[in-house]
């Protein structure tokens, strides 16, 4: 039996992360004296209530203390979340314009062809000769010259021109959100400049610990990339013992990703867990004496928090450090600990530290995976007994990956729209190469065992073929599987109610999950049947280039300048198509007659269903549209000389399209002039796409 005094922690946590939650969606400078406020009196009733507990009966209505208690556990967190919200300073940076800012790099530039970039922190805002403090964050993207590039470190410096410009928002269906991704970070404003518009001080500050891990980090960097050939086994040991990223490629991160071994790239607890489990059995000749004992756990918690440092302090490694030196301070004094309560509390200190944290989802699942430890391992182990010790060892393993993988299963699919169906074969076959990277790893850099290189190498080149393979397999995964937030919390909680039927035995429970269970899949059975009957054209909102998708059941016809492997359709394009459970994709390009089912393009002219458009690029320019044809919409191109008003009388449209091709001021003439005609115009470049829906037009 868990009494509450046990999991205090627990209880504070959920009111805790709610207050956080609405803090964030309702910020506002005001909030912050009306929570304060609020605060005080629960914080003055709570103290009022302890004193005079007797003398008021406080025990005859415990129920609304415990409100009252929630309440303030609530009003903490909002708290908390909005001081930690630089925009709502009045110091932040972007609430005027300056000349010239002077800032400092706050974390390790990264380089991409000529592009570095890397985020910072304002301190100071200079106008007309004057300096006024500043607050907040900025990403930077600077372009660096490639004949003298800059070098730039965490802690340096700079004067830059101040251009800051707010973060643009995604325009395109279920492409990523870069801007409330960054939001989570506390980041709201980025600015492109040259290296001709920054100046490097020859001063340094910054973090004096961060500054130290990061150097370190690099240097042990370095010696890996000396010893390691291969170019993709030096990327996994950069990333699998020390956390660092920037050399991965693409193709691993999916290998890994397609088999359900993503946790292995992302430096978490399984491997602090390595590291103490070696440590804890190094050093078993301090457990002779109580003293030696503590001095040998304080010395693994000391080095595990070292460990930390050097990986960059990731939110999963802060979990795992915080969570182990909980666990080892107790043991080390005999004291009992609720895992729940080390997990709550653990979460409540990271929250504390950083309220923001509750976006990320490594926090999120990193901690889901280690409550479905908590929890489920033990009852998924005890499904069987087997006799042979190697056999239960092996099925003790299968229990720990069955049960972090069901605990993160709703969210898994909510952000990554797949699910790895192997990965229980996937789990065991890295168990042992993961073990042995991990010490071979660790024992290069730390005990210079440089001769090991080789061997190490080969294991990393080995589990990568092995995953490859596995992640090649027919039925691999099950992919584009795409979850509305609706459908999400519905699979959250039947799976809740599923698993708590099962392990208490509650029939009825058990019921309840199954009709909860056939509404999600009445649910998914709606989509699937709307997918097949649909009919519509989308329009993409691009940079530079143009997109038009007309699409037909679960099949499109994709006019484009881009091509399948093109980052710009991986990342703005391809997102929606598979969201829309488009099967089959045929791409067209613009200069190209095509005719296929129910899609025409000839010259210069388009036909979707009966729906009609006129394709204007520069052959158009100073010809006239003979006939007054009549179009649904007219599509402008690569910077036609067509006057809108000239449009207008040869050709009977109610649509104008602008697609990004065209150059910035031809765009901003094509918009004056169809509001100036109060013509209804979609400007395809830093605007939402635009959808057509060709089954509610009829």
């Known amino acids: 039996m868990t009494f509450k005094s046990e999991i205090v922690f627990v209880r504070i946590l959920l009111p805790f992360i709610m207050g956080i939650c609405c803090a964030y969606n309702l910020q506002n400078p005001l909030l912050i004296t009306l929570l304060l406020i609020l605060s005080l009196v629960l914080l003055i009733y709570s103290i009022v209530i302890n004193i005079f507990y007797k003398t008021l009966r406080a025990y005859t209505f415990k129920g609304v203390t415990g409100i009252i208690f929630y309440l303030f556990c609530g009003t903490l967190g909002g708290i908390l979340c909005l001081l930690n919200t630089q925009s709502l300073d009045k110091e932040y940076h972007a609430n005027r314009s300056f000349d010239y800012l002077k800032v400092w790099v706050n974390d390790d530039p990264q380089q991409s062809n000529d592009i570095v970039r890397f985020e910072v922190v304002v301190t100071t805002g200079y106008e007309s000769k004057k300096s006024q403090p500043l607050s907040g964050k900025l990403l930077i993207a600077l372009k660096v010259d490639s004949l003298n590039p800059v070098k730039l470190k965490y802690g340096d410096e700079l004067i830059i021109s101040s251009k800051n410009l707010p973060v643009e928002p995604s325009y395109n269906p279920s492409e990523f959100d870069f801007k409330a991704w960054l939001a989570t970070k506390n980041i709201y404003h980025q600015t492109f400049i040259s290296q001709d518009h920054l100046i490097k001080l020859n001063s340094n500050t910054g973090n004096k610990v961060i500054k130290y891990a990061i150097e370190v980090r690099k240097r042990q960097v370095e010696i890996y990339r000396k ?46 867990g390595i590291i103490y489990i070696f440590l804890n059995w190094a050093l078993y000749f301090l457990d002779k004496k109580r003293a030696l004992k503590i001095f040998k756990l304080l010395l693994i918690s000391s080095l595990i928090w070292y460990y930390s440092l050097l990986t960059g302090f990731s939110p999963s490694v802060l979990r795992s450090a915080i969570m182990l030196t909980v666990y080892i301070l107790a043991k080390a004094f005999n004291k009992n600990s609720n895992s729940y309560n080390i997990l709550a509390f653990t979460a409540f200190c990271l929250l504390v530290y950083n309220p923001f944290l509750i976006w990320d989802v490594g926090f999120q699942l990193s901690f889901l995976a280690v409550f479905g430890l908590i929890y489920l391992q033990p009852k998924i182990y005890k499904w069987f007994y087997i006799k042979n010790k190697w056999l239960d060892k092996l099925w003790a393993t299968v229990a720990l990956s069955l049960a972090a993988q069901i605990a993160t299963f709703p969210l898994s699919i909510y952000y990554f729209h797949q699910f790895p169906l192997y990965f229980i074969f996937s789990n065991l076959f890295i168990l042992i190469p993961l073990t042995a990277m991990m010490y071979l790893g660790i024992g290069i850099l730390m005990l210079r065992l440089y001769l090991l290189a080789p061997i190490f190498e080969w294991i990393i080149n080995f589990t990568n073929a092995g995953l490859k393979w596995i992640a090649d397999l027919p039925f691999s995964g099950i992919t584009s599987i795409w979850l509305n937030q609706l459908q999400l919390i519905l699979l959250s909680f039947t799976l809740t109610i599923f698993i708590i039927a099962l392990i208490n035995y509650k ?13 999600f899949q009445s649910f998914t059975a709606y989509y699937k049947i709307s997918a097949s009957q649909q009919k519509k054209i989308m329009f993409f909102s691009l940079r530079k280039n143009y997109a ?30 598979d969201q829309m459970q488009i099967t089959k994709l045929h791409f067209v390009k613009w200069e190209r007659d095509t005719v296929l089912k129910s899609f025409t393009k000839k010259e210069h002219q388009l036909v979707f269903h009966q729906y009609h458009i006129l394709l204007i690029d520069d052959d158009f320019n100073y010809k006239r549209i003979d006939q007054l044809p009549k179009f649904e919409s007219v599509w402008l191109h690569h910077n036609p000389r067509k006057n809108i008003a000239d449009l207008r009388s040869e050709v009977l449209f109610s649509t104008l399209l602008v697609d990004a091709t065209n150059k910035d001021y031809m765009i901003k003439r094509y918009e004056q002039d169809a509001n100036k005609f109060e013509l209804q115009s979609h400007i395809l470049k830093k605007n939402n796409s635009y959808l057509i829906d060709l089954k509610v037009l009829k």
């Open 507 to 519: 029939k009825k429970l058990l019921i309840a999950s199954i009709l909860c269970i056939f509404v």
């Open 548 to 577: 038009a998708a007309f699409i037909d059941g679960n099949e499109a016809i994709l006019l484009t300048d881009l091509s399948a492997n093109n980052k710009n359709y991986e990342f703005f394009v391809k997102p929606a198509l």
């Open 227 to 272: 010893l390691i050939h291969n170019d993709e086994a030096f990327a996994v040991a950069s990333t699998l013992v020390l956390g660092y990223r920037a050399d991965l490629s693409k193709e691993t991160l999916a290998t890994y990703s397609k088999t359900g071994t993503i946790h292995a790239l992302s430096v978490s607890g399984m491997h602090v």
